[in-house]
């Protein structure tokens, strides 16, 4: 793999695409018993996103090919930055792709004030659960949604300290 190159992108269809090939394969266990949401449900979602004034999305390419995205915002509910819709290519998975755009999202929540931030995640989703733990993220206990029929739960994170963006426990 080249560079790895983060921008923000407003296009809602690039990030509709990269957002259904990876949940077509990530989330089939999550739910075996209906098909994935559209690329015109899915670029309808994204563009109700970016229409949020404090949402930025980034975009990683890699040779010029977009292979992941992800959404910095403040959150709606809780008074802290949000991190959303961090998804990666499989095809590239386990190559820096998405340590690189939550580090980028991280900075950006940072820049904008903030001083904590949260995500939901699936319950059953270990690779992401391992990940944001070895980066910092803290389970909140008891704090829990299933907006989709599938249980989320909530990890928070403190943002104090830029440099350690990209460590790993
Ligand atoms: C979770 C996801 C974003 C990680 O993206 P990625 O580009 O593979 O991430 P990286 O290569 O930067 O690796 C980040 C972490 O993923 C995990 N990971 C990477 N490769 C892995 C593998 N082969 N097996 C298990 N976990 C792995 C590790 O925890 C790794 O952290 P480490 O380097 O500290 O060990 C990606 O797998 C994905 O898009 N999954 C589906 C969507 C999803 O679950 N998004 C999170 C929603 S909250």
């Known amino acids: 793999m080249t560079d790895i190159a983060v921008t923000v992108c407003a296009d809602a269809a690039v990030i509709a695409a990269l957002h259904r090939a ?6 089939s266990g999550y739910f075996p018993h209906s098909e994935p949401p559209t690329l ?4 309808a979602l994204w ?4 229409a949020d004034p404090t949402a930025v999305a980034l975009v990683a390419r890699c040779d010029g090919s977009p292979v992941g995205s992800v959404m910095a915002s403040a959150d709606r509910e809780f ?8 998804h990666v290519l499989p095809a590239v998975w386990g190559m820096g792709v998405g340590s690189s755009l939550h580090d980028a999202a991280l ?6 004030g903030h001083h904590t931030a949260g995500l939901w995640v699936i319950a059953a989703n270990n690779r992401a659960r391992r ?3 070895r980066r910092g993220w803290v389970l909140r206990q008891g704090v ?8 989320e739960v909530r990890y928070q994170r403190e943002l104090r300290l830029r440099k350690d963006y990209g460590q790993r426990t």
């Open 40 to 43: 015109a449900e899915l670029e």
């Open 79 to 86: 008074a802290e930055g949000h991190i959303a819709g961090l």
């Open 22 to 27: 990876t949940i077509t394969v990530a989330y």
């Open 131 to 133: 990940m944001y733990e």
């Open 144 to 151: 829990e949604q299933d907006p989709y029929g599938v249980l």
């Open 47 to 50: 563009a109700t996103r970016l």
């Open 107 to 112: 900075m950006l929540l940072s820049e904008a």
